[in-house]
Nanobody, 127 residues
Framework: VQLQASGGGSVQPGGSLTLSCVASGSRLDFYHIAWFRQAPGKEREGVSCMNYGAKETYYADSVKGRFTISRDSAANTVYLRMNNLKPEDTAVYYC?????????????????????WGQGTQVTVSS
């Protein structure tokens, strides 16, 4: 599967953005999908993920209540809706995919667990 992330930009604190991750080459329905982010000088961290089948979603504590992950199967696209953005949300955001299974959940893994990555999209939150 190939992933194409987009939707980043510059917003003021309190603003909103929606990131998109469009897949080609395979159906996303078969994959665990995750959003990671990496701020300058920091390690890549998990933000949110959705298990294959879209029945479970997970969020980092820092974004709970503000970010929402969703999937449009017809469009083969996963979204990350980000509300009430804060300066600490500034980072490059990546979508990632790995073939899903009931044997493991999408959450709690290092980025290396995911084999397929989009190219990253910059989100900057600043006044």
């Amino acid at each position: 599967v190939q992933l194409q992330a987009s939707g980043g930009g510059s917003v003021q604190p309190g603003g909103s953005l929606t990131l998109s991750c469009v897949a080609s080459g395979s159906r996303l329905d078969f994959y665990h999908i995750a959003w990671f982010r990496q701020a300058p000088g920091k390690e890549r961290e998990g933000v949110s993920c959705m298990n294959y089948g879209a029945k479970e979603t997970y969020y980092a504590d820092s974004v709970k209540g503000r970010f929402t992950i969703s999937r449009d199967s017809a469009a083969n696209t996963v979204y990350l809706r980000m509300n009430n953005l804060k300066p600490e949300d500034t980072a490059v955001y990546y979508c990632a995919a790995e073939f899903g299974s009931s044997q493991w959940s999408c959450w709690g893994w290092a980025p290396s667990r995911y084999d397929y990555w989009g190219q990253g999209t910059q989100v900057t939150v600043s006044s």
